[in-house]
Each structure stands twice: as C-alpha cells, then as structure tokens.
Nanobody, 124 residues
Framework: QVRLVESGGGSVQAGGSLRLSCEVS????????MAWFRQAIGKEREGVAS????????SYADSVKGRVTISQDNAKNTLYLQMNSLKPEDSAMYYC?????????????????WGQGTRVTVSS
C-alpha cells in the first residue's frame, strides 16, 4: 500500500520561504515519478514540479520556475519542495503525488497516488 504524507505547510509573509516534505512508504519499485501539486480555493489542482526517483528529469510549472526546487532523499524516502520568494498567489493546499515509471507530464490524470495535503498560506 503506497502512502504519502505531507508536512511543512504553514503561514508565511510574502517574500518568505517554506520547505514542504512528503514521506513515502510502500513503494518497492526503483522507477517512479514523484510530484507536487497545489489547489487553491475555487481553482483546479495544478502540477507544480516533478522528479524521477533517480533524481533526473525535473520539471516545473512556469508559475514557480526560479522560485521552487524539488528534491528527494531516497535514503529517507522523502520528497521535498523548497519554495522561496513566496507570493500570495502561492497560497493553496499542496499535495504530494506519485506514479509508476518515469515522469512525462505534470497533468493530474497521470498520477495514481496522492497524499492528504498540507496548507500553505502567504499573506501580503
């Protein structure tokens, strides 16, 4: 049973930073894609960033490029999302997601496993 548990969300002022974490368990395969999505109130869930388990193939949404870094610590089975220069429009519930195989898209339909989310609120 694949389980994804996010943490690290919170409230921060514009221009601040946060690091989100996602603890992964139940995966035995060596080849899979991990990603972060977010969903603001009243909006569709959108992909933020993705990375292959081997650390290759990172991808970012245009809205966060240059401000966000996705990374992972395979020894700890943990995925991270470092977010800098946060803006009020970054406020959302952030979700960790995964699917088998290499990353090929940041579209929601491609991902089979989801965490419960962690909320990020950025005030101006």
């Amino acid at each position: 049973q694949v389980r994804l548990v996010e943490s690290g969300g919170g409230s921060v002022q514009a221009g601040g930073s946060l690091r989100l974490s996602c603890e992964v368990s139940g995966y035995s395969a060596s080849r899979y894609c991990m990603a972060w999505f977010r969903q603001a109130i009243g909006k569709e869930r959108e992909g933020v960033a993705s990375i292959n388990r081997d650390g290759s193939g990172t991808s970012y949404a245009d809205s966060v490029k240059g401000r966000v870094t996705i990374s992972q610590d395979n020894a700890k089975n943990t995925l991270y999302l470092q977010m800098n220069s946060l803006k009020p429009e970054d406020s959302a519930m952030y979700y960790c997601a995964a699917h088998w195989g290499y990353c090929y898209t940041l579209e929601r339909y491609a991902f089979d496993y989801w965490g419960q989310g962690t909320r990020v609120t950025v005030s101006s």
